[in-house]
């Protein structure tokens, strides 16, 4: 039968539930790490521990990595102090919905997003370091956040110069349904 040690950290959260509420915890993680593992293998999301400040710099670093090409060339420049401003009130309102995107228990990248009061999961970032991109850890994280709402929209806004990211999101199923100066905002209907 299981012990206490059987269950693994991910769960850690939840010792306030019952035996068998933990249990299909751990299943609903173990099919997770097998959906994600059919396009990827070894690949993992865990969530991320509040707090935890090498997961903070990771998060800012590679927000920074992946995102200053298209600021500088949208908005002109990376201003490092507004940044930092941005970030911190980014992990405040989104702490609690950020994954952690692991390969082969390497971290190399992130996403976060939330359920809105209109039944609409949004996006807000799914960012891979940019060694890792172009592998399909962006699809079978996308692939896996679609089955996952796959009883809600989804929606995300890209910037309208990524077009890489927009063609990925085209192919998914997403949709450009509204636009701003900068950005597209796409819906996948469920």
Known sequence: MWSKSDIPEQTANYE?????DKVQIQ???????????????????????NGNSS??????????????EYVEKTYGEWNEENQQKLFARFM??????IEL???KDDLVGFYNGKVKD???????NICVKL????KGIETAVLKEIIFEHKEQ?????????????????????FEKVNETETHYIMIKKY
Not at 16 to 20: S, V
Not at 131 to 134: D, L, R, V
């Open 16 to 20: 306030h539930k019952g035996f068998a």
């Open 27 to 49: 299943n609903k993680i173990t099919e997770r790490k097998i959906r994600l593992s059919w396009d990827v293998p070894h690949l993992e999301l865990k969530p991320y521990k």
């Open 55 to 68: 997961e903070i710099h990771f998060i800012y670093d590679l927000k920074k990595e992946v995102y200053k």
């Open 92 to 97: 405040k309102e989104n702490f609690k919905d």
């Open 101 to 103: 995107i692991y390969l």
């Open 118 to 124: 209109n039944n609409t999961f949004e996006i807000g």
């Open 131 to 134: 060694e890792y991109q172009n």
């Open 153 to 173: 929209n989804i929606k995300l806004q890209v910037f309208k110069i990524n077009e890489k990211a927009i063609k990925l999101y085209e192919k998914m199923g």
